[in-house]
T-cell receptor, first 116, second 109 residues
Framework: EAGVAQSPRYKIIEKRQSVAFWCNPI?????LYWYQQILGQGPKLLIQ????????DSQLPKDRFSAERLKGVDSTLKIQPAKLEDSAVYLC??????????????FGSGTRLTVV | GDSVTQMEGPVTLSEEAFLTINCTYT??????LFWYVQYPGEGLQLLLK?????DKGSNKGFEATYRKETTSFHLEKGSVQVSDSAVYFC????????FGKGTRLHILP
């Protein structure tokens, strides 16, 4: 089975610019997550989708971050405007159901964002 | 809310040494517990998991036992190799997965 696809792999932008990341989860996975992993730290959940609805976005900085999952499949995460502290790896993960389901979670390779 | 605390690194060991990385958790329900590994330049990989109390997860010589009474899920390996050098994350899952801060492991030849 294909894994979780993310693009781009790397992105360098200047502060105050905007950027978007794309995620294609495993086919049939209802739950999709975006995580932010700052260098030297563990991944932090930004937003959780169940199909095309938001389940948890309590840690998403909504003044600059937005995410959508149209049609309950692909998802995009946007930052506008970016700040230096947004430099991180952005990970997308999916699972059959919330809580992981019988096969657990599958993570993509991530997008490494550098804001200069 | 739910949280995971794991020992700070870096941890440096010689090849063939015994490894323990401590992990404790706080949760209101009965979460599943995981260890993930991140090798240099690579993504997160599931190392092992346990879904209920007293379960033991194991993989690649690593093992961890779900201890409900001590809310712990310590990672152990009897004889580490240079190729085990990586960052290890303890995590719990209720309706979403929550990670600890990670422990960097260096194995010296």
């Amino acid at each position: 089975e294909a894994g979780v696809a993310q693009s781009p792999r790397y992105k360098i932008i200047e502060k105050r610019q905007s950027v978007a990341f794309w995620c294609n989860p495993i086919s049939g996975h209802a739950t999709l997550y975006w995580y932010q992993q700052i260098l030297g730290q563990g991944p932090k959940l930004l937003i959780q989708f169940q199909n095309n609805g938001v389940v948890d976005d309590s840690q998403l900085p909504k003044d600059r971050f937005s995410a959508e999952r149209l049609k309950g499949v692909d998802s995009t995460l946007k930052i506008q405007p970016a700040k230096l502290e947004d430099s991180a790896v952005y990970l997308c993960a999916s699972s059959l159901a919330a809580g992981g389901g019988p096969r657990g979670y599958t993570f993509g390779s991530g997008t490494r964002l550098t804001v200069v | 809310g739910d949280s995971v605390t794991q020992m700070e690194g870096p941890v440096t060991l010689s090849e063939e040494a015994f490894l323990t990385i401590n992990c404790t958790y706080t949760a209101t329900g009965y979460p599943s517990l995981f260890w993930y590994v991140q090798y240099p330049g690579e993504g997160l990989q599931l190392l092992l998991k346990a879904t209920k109390a007293d379960d033991k997860g194991s993989n690649k010589g690593f093992e961890a036992t779900y201890r409900k009474e001590t809310t712990s899920f310590h990672l152990e390996k009897g004889s580490v190799q240079v190729s085990d050098s990586a960052v290890y994350f303890c995590a719990l899952s209720d309706d979403k997965i929550i990670f600890g801060k990670g422990t960097r492991l260096h194995i010296l030849p």
